[in-house]
């Protein structure tokens, strides 16, 4: 058996040269294509199939075996029924590693599959080559120009994320991206036939890019392995773990998923725990938590100051937050004053506000007024951090076009502003987008405040959740 | 003492005319008089201010007492030190009752807004003139044109809601709304001076327009009563609750909010438990039970077939759903065959399927094929309900323009047609919205299915959730 350390794994994140096998006609091969040129990848890329020609500008060449110069990573959209024979050709080649798009091996249950497996890691460990998948979307490592989605970011990032699931692969970056997380490498693995999330993880402890890692699991072969490779990594990184395959109906969809041993629950709850990785239960929650460590800054406790818009919201909050174990210390009568008078000169009433943590300022509708009054919230001794919401579709009340409207874009900026002058940590949610209007709306505010590098999280109860386990982790870092 | 039954409440749902206290100039109550032109109010209006003039083509009065005609209800906009001498003119003109979206009230905390509220209860109660609030965006009656929202929709249907929140009542309303939900009445009832939640629920169980009750309770003042009314409401229609003000927190919150008394939640929990209501933590929970109740049909049990797009996301709905309690039996191979049968012609290879309940149908991209793979699944006696979902933003990879991006008509038509071919339970999930594209994308096919009266769902969890919730009612009626 060939060496499997990490520094293997270079010729997957970083090829010289592409060839993507399948890319003939219309489809899937042309898209990993078209993902190779609008990411900038600056290596030599060549398309191949049989037909031959050209293909956006590029000649197609039959085989691999074909192409003039050293290829390096092929990605392989054939039928599985022709895997075996591209490998074969990779081989002779001397490529360095395969990403197979191509699905249909162990996951489809039959011996058929497990024998088409077998047969292409014989194969690709006597030839030294590597195996990625077979059943994923491959490797998205920006800095290079590889990416399995035209949309992801060119930039970029301190995150790395292994994802067993090609659609979670996907979904996760450019939901992370819309938050302002950007990544060292992504990698969607699949059946994990060669390559697996140890080999990943291990790469990702030593990877220099990476500050913290994410990952989406769906079973794992080699227990032990696992648990020891995950244990020296959270000792110098933050680990993020999605396990799914939880219920025996789950496990059996991740065998016919990715041909996953998804293993007890409860085993994978106690492994998590004791190798210190941080358990979350989607890719929602995969994504809160880059957002909690890329953007938040660890509070010195748990006191929150909660502001916002809404009386109701402002309960649900207080909830919330809770209910997830924070500390929602009643306002001081002297600070009630102090933003109370903070308020007034913007306001012709006294009525609609709550100055009590909650902070309910909905009628409060200044640019200066939101300012002044976070200011004096944020540099309050007996709060560790201050999170405030805005209900997006509530700010069309009563009107789309008058009052409120713009009542968020008061609230970001304040908080933008008052946490670049305080330095306290402060996150907001943006939330309640029900519309077009009101998804436009959000949009453009979140960006906003991605630039800045303000958190933003996108409901009340999954902010809660998020800060709790951002907060439990560095607790428990600091024996607390 | 005056009654306080349930039938004094129709000046308030069934005003022949509204006048709007404090209309004089651009703010809160031109928008409620905007929402009574937009929304179809066919009695008579009137804009009252000291200002006199005119707006919006109507004639101004400077006091209630100078309309030439009677006035069943006041819509109140007044400064809360202008509330006395409002109402006193209310009573002076037999004004029957009066919405006071005025806040500055008990919910100050301080003795001069007790004071207040006691005095505003004395005028009206030894007047004979109702209150509703004050602190409250008033009544939701969209058969006679009453709304405290311009885009509710003017249709009426079957929901009533009763909600504390201001805010909370027009986010429920508008949330549901694009969920195809239509209300009876919803009703804003703030600090609950007079008309309470009580009295409201006592109403809407007799009211013949109403078939299902939500409720956003922060506080009750008589626990007592409040249970009596709602056990007998629970025993005629569902009763969903969003008890707020659970955390001592939070209790503080409402108290701040709407001067309510939270209570202790375990009170709370077992309270609405042994009233048969259904108790949930959100608005968007209420909007989840209304969805079911309305659209999901009774299932004679709870075996779930699964159907959707993306691996990782099918490993997803079994998790949630198996830890929601529903059955997710395995396929039998002969249902798989067939199924496979009907997905042979649209596709060129048989990788990238699973068919083992989940059904992923990620690569079948046709719209018979859809049809005919549903149609199978919903015909088979070993399902008691279909649920499917689609990832929005996936949809648009590998490019937005190509493949995958019409895959979700393809999957909501079929769900459409095959729910009303089969009359078998069919629920989807539409979900993972990042982007404007998604949003326009999930916003049109969620029209389209509500159109048809299919239930959707708006994330794997709260679909588990919700569905749970409807069977654990039905189960409990039944006895299970």
Redesign the interface.
């Known amino acids: 058996m060939l060496k499997r350390n990490a520094d293997t794994l270079d010729s997957l994140f970083n090829p010289g040269s592409v060839a993507i096998a399948g890319a003939g006609s219309l489809g899937?091969g042309q898209?990993?294509l078209?993902?190779l040129l609008d990411s900038g990848y600056k290596g030599k890329i060549y398309p191949l199939s049989p037909k031959g020609g050209e293909v956006m500008g590029l000649t197609v060449y039959p085989s691999v075996t074909d192409v003039p110069d050293a290829v390096d990573l092929v990605i392989a959209c054939v039928?599985?029924r022709l895997a075996i024979q591209l490998l074969r050709d990779c081989a002779a080649k001397g490529v360095k590693a395969v990403s197979f798009y191509?699905?249909?091996f162990g996951?489809?249950?039959d011996e058929q599959g497990q024998d088409l497996e077998k047969d292409l890691l014989r194969i690709a460990r006597s030839a030294g080559v590597r195996i990625l998948g077979p059943?994923c979307v491959g490797v998205y490592h920006p800095r290079v120009g590889l990416s399995f989605?035209?949309d992801n970011p060119r930039e970029s990032g301190a995150a790395a994320l292994i994802?067993?699931?090609?659609?979670?692969s996907?979904?996760t970056v450019?939901?992370a991206a819309?938050r302002g997380i950007r990544f060292s490498k992504a990698v969607s693995y699949g059946n994990a036939l060669d390559i697996d999330e140890s080999e990943l993880l291990a790469y990702f402890r030593q990877d220099s890019e990476t500050e913290l890692v994410a990952a989406?699991i769906?079973g794992v072969k080699d227990g032990r392995r696992f648990y020891r490779t995950l244990r020296e990594l959270t000792a110098v990184k933050p680990v993020i773990v999605f396990k799914?395959?939880?219920?025996?109906?789950?496990a059996?969809?991740?065998a016919?998923?990715?041909s996953a041993l998804a293993g007890s629950d409860g085993v994978w709850d106690r492994l998590l725990h004791q190798a210190g990785a941080i358990r979350v239960?989607?890719?929602d929650e995969i994504v809160d938590m880059l957002v909690a460590f890329s953007y938040l800054g660890v509070p010195r406790g748990r006191r929150i100051g909660v502001w916002g818009?809404?009386?109701?919201?402002?309960?649900?909050?207080?909830?919330e937050?809770?209910?997830a174990g924070f500390l929602?210390p009643?306002s001081p009568p002297r600070l009630q004053q102090e933003v109370w008078e903070e308020v007034r000169p913007f306001v012709n009433?006294?009525?609609?506000f709550?100055l009590?943590?909650?902070f309910?300022l909905?009628t409060l509708n200044s640019a200066e007024g939101h300012y002044r009054v976070l200011k004096k919230l944020a540099s309050h001794e007996g709060f560790d951090l201050m999170v405030g919401q805005v209900?997006i579709?509530?700010s069309g009340?009563?009107?789309k076009d008058?009052?409120l409207s713009v009542w968020p874009d008061y609230f970001t900026d304040a908080a933008i502003r008052v946490r670049s002058e305080t330095g306290k940590p402060v996150a907001v949610i943006i939330h309640?987008?029900?519309?077009?209007w009101?998804?436009?709306r959000a949009?453009t505010l979140q960006q906003k405040c991605c630039d800045a590098g303000l958190p933003v999280f996108r409901s009340?109860?999954s902010a809660a959740r998020a800060m709790d386990r951002f907060l439990r982790y560095h607790e428990r870092r600091n024996g607390i």
Not at 432 to 436: G, K, Q
């Open positions: 899937i898209a990993f078209t993902c039928p599985a191509t699905a249909g996951e489809r249950g059943n989605s035209s994802c067993q699931s090609g659609g979670n996907i979904y450019r939901a819309c989406y769906e799914a395959g939880r219920s025996e109906a789950g059996r969809a991740a016919s998923h990715t239960e989607s890719t818009g809404g009386g109701g919201l402002s309960v649900m909050m207080l909830d937050f809770s209910g929602l009643a009433t006294d009525a609609g709550i009590n943590n909650p309910d909905t209900s579709n509530n009340w009563p009107h008058f009052g309640s987008v029900l519309s077009n009101d998804s436009d949009v009340i109860p």
